[in-house]
């Protein structure tokens, strides 16, 4: 209680500030009468690669401007979900999952498929995708493969991610927020142009989640979350045609998890009706990270080209633990730690924008050191379940012994001791990647003005290594005995007999590939805002190795020597038995087939394929009815090639991801944006996707052809308005800023058997804004309906899990700039 008078005082004391002080370029784009305004023309952003604005290229794309971002509660990448055509990205789990789709191609593990560069330096793993957004100016999507001049791991699109720059923003910002569930968050940043030649920014953010929701187990909130960091930024221009860009940003992240509910069992035994559609589990669960990227961009003109060079440092060091049971059995945990460090350079050499003929070449490469472990620990019911499923299995296989008049049937029992059994694991998976590449635009093709050609490739080279330790040491005491019919008689063959076991995996594997990324694209400019476009273009999501793996290779590892110490004391005792000949020789031919120990390819059984597709598409940029309307068309044909999807161990035991073959994505985008009046704005987009399996056969019963690809929406789409109320001249406000939207998708398949589902669901989000010069109060509501729905689902021996999407929750924000 203490903690909320604290917020709101502190809210109430910065209103009389926000409420003072000359116009704000942020909340008052110039408007030329009822003109949409072109993102791309208010916020110039240096980009090393592009010759032309999003909107003159032959791809399809959507940008946001700080002010939309705000008007459309994005705080992070996963708050784009929707906003963007065929754009997916669900909300579930932590800031380590951040599943990215677009057009049937997306990732839940491993390596992105669609990329991220924030200021030009790119992100190179997804676990560093979800981070703080209060010092954002712009944001692209681009959709369709962006491999020619991106490479590896952008073959669904690519987001740029750009911050204010100290040169053309100035004074300091102060933003304050609270919302209902304990959610509270404070910025400030200051941004300084101290002269013609040099310009800094200094910010500091803090955020905090109460959660939303209980788990049944404790009754404490699970999915809380603390944040705070800052950004330092520095440009420095030595001289007229030379720029220095400096950045350095460091985020702590501490969350709480998973808000994973019960919903029931898939097969097996009968459910438990009262776990169903609750949330309760007995190990605590969270996820912690320090995230530190820093980056210099550096920009040369000379009089017929630029030169650039971005040279990015990651550092990522986080600690995941997870219940891998979700319920309150005590079955088994998992915890997982990251070291990862990357280095990054790209060197670009372009032509001046405006020429006939327009290119674009450079070179790029990056090291990432990776350094996991990831260690699985059986507790207490794990031990019994893994006790009971030995046994289960092996006295499937014990005959009936017939002596005589008599029979026996032999009773077979085999106990992991202790109330522990640990799996550690520890991986080391150094990537070097190099890629050349080349890009052409021929202006004014065979004299006709207006028309273009465009000719690329990149040509992506790639390292990967493995260097890995698992094993396991345990004991176990086995007994054989046998139960004498009719006289239900038991007779002790073998005595109990204590063994230990210890199996391992220690080695290195290595491989490396080629990929070779054309793109091919025809455009003719009907002026410098429309045009019509087609395209082909190539991309690839890179492969990798499942260490998550190793915990299944060792599981049946586990019971080939525990078979192996039963087969080495029962054989004997058989042979001397007064048994016949045929039956004691199928039983010594059952225990020694178990004791066979797997003949183990360490790469095959961990190695998965690089990923790649050709997108064939046509598209148009048209800005209509005197500027009062801007459409963005495109219609797209997809064909995926080793599609990588992610799928629990056959234990169970983690994720890992395997190659599916093909698919193929059909489908359209539309995003419309008008002007009606100087106060009244509206804005739509609507994707369709068609993505399916056309080759996936697992086995003779397991033939997904047909189906659909798991998590790509067939549909997505959002509308939304905004309307200006202007007050009279001498009113305490300048005026009052009503927006609105609403965004949908689905149907959304959870699984590649497409036996789950979440329906399309939509919820309704809006704001109201008080503006007064540079402040601005602003009350805001998200899923203002109350929408019930599953943001995510998935299935672990032979369970369902869900997680609900977030509850309807009301909040203020005041944002000032001094």
Same mark, same amino acid.
């Given at each position: 209680?203490?903690?909320?008078?604290?917020?709101?005082?502190?809210?109430?004391?910065?209103?009389? @500030?926000?409420?003072?002080?000359?116009?704000?370029?942020?909340?008052?784009?110039?408007? !030329?009468?009822?003109?949409?305004? !072109?993102?791309?023309e208010?916020?110039?952003?240096?980009?090393?690669?592009?010759?032309?604005?999003?909107?003159?290229?032959?791809t399809?794309?959507?940008?946001?401007?700080?002010?939309?971002?705000?008007?459309?509660?994005?705080? @992070?990448?996963?708050?784009?979900?929707?906003?963007?055509p065929?754009?997916?990205i669900p909300?579930?789990?932590?800031?380590?999952?951040?599943?990215?789709?677009?057009r049937?191609?997306?990732s839940?593990?491993?390596?992105?498929?669609?990329?991220?560069?924030?200021?030009?330096?790119?992100?190179?793993?997804?676990?560093?995708f979800?981070f703080?957004?209060? !010092?954002?100016?712009?944001?692209?999507?681009?959709?369709?493969p962006?491999?020619?001049?991106?490479?590896?791991?952008?073959m669904?699109g690519?987001?740029?991610?750009?911050?204010k720059?100290?040169?053309?923003?100035?004074?300091?910002?102060?933003?304050l927020?609270?919302?209902?569930?304990?959610?509270?968050?404070?910025s400030?940043?200051?941004?300084?142009?101290?002269?013609?030649?040099?310009?800094?920014?200094?910010?500091?953010?803090?955020?905090?989640?109460?959660?939303?929701?209980?788990?049944?187990?404790?009754?404490?909130?699970?999915?809380t979350?603390?944040?705070?960091?800052?950004?330092?930024?520095a440009?420095?221009? $030595?001289?007229?045609?030379?720029?220095?860009?400096?950045?350095?940003?460091y985020?702590?992240?501490?969350?709480?998890?998973y808000?994973?509910?019960?919903?029931?069992k898939?097969?097996?035994?009968?459910?438990?009706?009262?776990?169903?559609?609750?949330?309760?589990?007995?190990?605590?669960?969270?996820?912690?990270?320090?995230?530190?990227n820093?980056?210099?961009?550096?920009?040369?003109?000379?009089?017929?080209?630029?030169?650039?060079?971005?040279?990015?440092?990651?550092?990522?060091?986080?600690?995941?633990?997870?219940?891998q049971?979700?319920?309150e059995?005590?079955?088994?945990?998992?915890?997982?730690?990251?070291?990862?460090?990357?280095?990054?350079?790209?060197?670009?050499?372009?032509?001046?924008p405006?020429?006939?003929?327009?290119?674009t070449?450079?070179?790029?490469?990056?090291y990432?050191?990776?350094d996991?472990?990831?260690?699985?620990?059986?507790?207490?019911?794990?031990?019994?379940?893994?006790?009971?499923?030995?046994?289960?299995?092996?006295?499937?296989?014990?005959?009936?012994i017939?002596?005589?008049p008599?029979?026996?049937? *032999?009773?077979?029992?085999?106990?992991?001791?202790?109330? %522990?059994?640990?799996?550690?694991?520890?991986? =080391?998976? $150094?990537?070097l990647?190099?890629?050349?590449?080349?890009?052409?635009?021929?202006n004014? *093709?065979?004299?006709?003005?207006?028309?273009?050609?465009?000719?690329?490739?990149?040509? !992506?080279?790639? =390292?990967?290594?493995?260097?890995?330790?698992?094993?396991?040491?345990?004991?176990?005491?086995?007994?054989?005995?046998g139960?004498?019919?009719?006289s239900?008689?038991?007779?002790?063959?073998?005595?109990?007999?204590?063994?230990?076991?210890?199996?391992?995996?220690?080695?290195?594997?290595?491989?490396?590939?080629?990929?070779?990324?054309p793109?091919?694209?025809?455009?003719?400019?009907?002026?410098?805002?429309?045009?019509?476009?087609?395209?082909?273009s190539?991309?690839?999501?890179?492969?990798?190795?499942?260490?998550?793996?190793?915990?299944?290779?060792?599981?049946?590892?586990?019971?080939?020597?525990?078979?192996?110490?039963?087969?080495?004391?029962?054989?004997?005792?058989?042979? =001397?038995?007064?048994?016949?000949?045929e039956?004691? %020789?199928?039983?010594?031919?059952?225990?020694n087939?178990?004791?066979?120990?797997?003949?183990?390819?360490?790469?095959?059984?961990?190695?998965?394929?690089?990923?790649?597709?050709?997108?064939?598409?046509?598209?148009?940029?048209?800005?209509?009815?005197n500027?009062?309307?801007?459409?963005?068309? @495109?219609?797209?044909?997809?064909?995926?090639?080793?599609?990588?999807?992610s799928?629990f161990?056959?234990?169970?035991?983690?994720?890992?991801?395997?190659n599916?073959?093909?698919?193929?994505?059909l489908?359209?985008?539309?995003?419309?944006?008008?002007?009606?009046?100087?106060?009244?704005?509206?804005?739509?987009?609507?994707?369709?996707?068609y993505?399916?399996?056309?080759?996936?056969v697992?086995s003779?019963?397991?033939?997904?052809?047909?189906?659909?690809?798991?998590?790509?929406?067939?549909?997505?789409f959002?509308?939304?308005?905004?309307?200006?109320?202007p007050?009279?001249k001498n009113a305490?406000?300048d005026?009052i800023?009503?927006?609105a939207?609403?965004?949908?998708?689905?149907?959304?398949?959870?699984?590649?058997q497409?036996?789950?589902?979440?329906?399309?669901?939509?919820?309704?989000n809006?704001?109201?804004?008080?503006?007064?010069?540079?402040?601005?109060?602003?009350?805001?509501?998200?899923?203002a309906?109350?929408?019930?729905?599953?943001?995510?689902?998935?299935?672990?021996?032979?369970?369902g899990?869900?997680q609900?999407?977030r509850?309807?929750?009301?909040?203020?924000?005041?944002?000032?700039?001094?």
């Amino acid at each position: 209680m203490k903690k909320n008078i604290a917020i709101v005082s502190l809210l109430a004391v910065s209103i009389k @500030s926000a409420l003072a002080g000359p116009v704000s370029p942020e909340n008052s784009l110039p408007k !030329d009468t009822t003109k949409v305004i !072109d993102i791309e023309e208010v916020v110039v952003i240096a980009t090393p690669k592009e010759n032309n604005r999003l909107r003159q290229q032959a791809t399809s794309s959507t940008s946001f401007s700080q002010s939309a971002m705000r008007n459309n509660s994005v705080t @992070s990448v996963k708050s784009l979900s929707a906003l963007v055509p065929n754009l997916f990205i669900p909300d579930y789990g932590s800031k380590l999952t951040t599943s990215v789709y677009i057009r049937g191609i997306g990732s839940r593990i491993n390596t992105p498929a669609v990329g991220l560069y924030v200021d030009n330096i790119p992100f190179i793993d997804k676990s560093a995708f979800d981070f703080n957004y209060s !010092d954002i100016e712009r944001i692209d999507v681009m959709r369709g493969p962006q491999g020619t001049l991106y490479g590896r791991n952008t073959m669904g699109g690519l987001i740029r991610v750009f911050t204010k720059s100290p040169f053309t923003y100035q004074g300091t910002d102060l933003r304050l927020g609270a919302a209902t569930y304990n959610n509270y968050n404070a910025s400030l940043t200051h941004y300084h142009r101290i002269s013609n030649q040099f310009a800094f920014s200094v910010g500091l953010f803090y955020d905090h989640k109460g959660g939303f929701f209980k788990n049944d187990y404790n009754g404490k909130r699970i999915d809380t979350d603390n944040e705070f960091g800052g950004r330092i930024r520095a440009i420095y221009l $030595p001289t007229e045609n030379l720029k220095l860009d400096f950045t350095v940003n460091y985020e702590y992240t501490n969350q709480g998890g998973y808000p994973y509910e019960y919903t029931g069992k898939v097969s097996g035994e009968e459910d438990r009706a009262d776990y169903i559609g609750r949330i309760s589990y007995d190990n605590a669960c969270g996820y912690k990270r320090n995230l530190l990227n820093t980056g210099l961009n550096l920009e040369y003109q000379a009089d017929n080209f630029i030169l650039s060079s971005v040279t990015g440092f990651q550092y990522l060091r986080d600690h995941m633990d997870l219940d891998q049971d979700f319920t309150e059995q005590n079955i088994y945990t998992m915890m997982q730690k990251q070291n990862s460090k990357t280095l990054s350079e790209e060197i670009v050499l372009k032509s001046k924008p405006r020429r006939r003929w327009q290119w674009t070449t450079g070179v790029s490469g990056f090291y990432q050191w990776l350094d996991t472990e990831a260690p699985v620990t059986f507790q207490k019911d794990g031990v019994n379940w893994l006790n009971s499923t030995i046994n289960t299995n092996a006295n499937k296989y014990m005959p009936t012994i017939s002596m005589g008049p008599m029979s026996m049937k *032999l009773n077979f029992n085999d106990i992991i001791n202790g109330e %522990q059994l640990a799996i550690p694991g520890k991986f =080391s998976t $150094p990537i070097l990647n190099g890629a050349i590449f080349h890009q052409s635009t021929f202006n004014d *093709l065979f004299g006709l003005e207006g028309l273009s050609f465009t000719a690329g490739l990149r040509m !992506d080279y790639e =390292s990967l290594k493995l260097d890995y330790y698992s094993g396991c040491q345990f004991t176990h005491t086995y007994s054989l005995g046998g139960t004498l019919t009719p006289s239900n008689k038991v007779i002790e063959m073998i005595p109990a007999k204590e063994f230990n076991v210890n199996n391992s995996y220690d080695g290195k594997l290595s491989h490396d590939y080629i990929q070779l990324l054309p793109k091919f694209a025809l455009q003719y400019d009907f002026d410098s805002r429309n045009n019509i476009y087609a395209s082909v273009s190539k991309g690839y999501r890179s492969g990798g190795y499942n260490i998550q793996m190793f915990s299944d290779l060792l599981q049946n590892d586990m019971q080939a020597s525990m078979m192996k110490d039963v087969a080495g004391v029962t054989i004997p005792a058989l042979e =001397s038995a007064p048994i016949k000949d045929e039956q004691k %020789q199928n039983i010594i031919g059952i225990l020694n087939g178990m004791a066979q120990s797997p003949q183990t390819d360490v790469k095959a059984a961990t190695l998965y394929k690089p990923e790649y597709s050709w997108n064939y598409e046509i598209g148009s940029h048209l800005t209509l009815f005197n500027g009062k309307l801007q459409a963005d068309l @495109s219609a797209f044909y997809m064909d995926t090639r080793d599609q990588q999807l992610s799928r629990f161990a056959e234990s169970g035991l983690g994720r890992i991801t395997v190659n599916a073959g093909k698919s193929r994505s059909l489908g359209a985008e539309a995003s419309l944006r008008a002007q009606l009046t100087d106060q009244f704005s509206l804005n739509g987009n609507y994707g369709y996707t068609y993505a399916t399996f056309t080759d996936y056969v697992i086995s003779e019963t397991e033939n997904y052809n047909g189906n659909y690809v798991p998590f790509v929406p067939k549909h997505t789409f959002a509308v939304g308005g905004q309307y200006i109320f202007p007050l009279r001249k001498n009113a305490i406000l300048d005026n009052i800023t009503l927006d609105a939207n609403y965004r949908a998708a689905g149907r959304i398949y959870w699984t590649e058997q497409n036996n789950a589902s979440q329906a399309l669901y939509g919820t309704l989000n809006g704001r109201l804004s008080l503006n007064k010069g540079n402040g601005q109060i602003g009350f805001w509501v998200n899923n203002a309906l109350n929408k019930d729905y599953q943001a995510f689902y998935f299935e672990t021996m032979s369970r369902g899990f869900a997680q609900k999407g977030r509850p309807v929750q009301v909040g203020i924000d005041i944002r000032c700039r001094f």
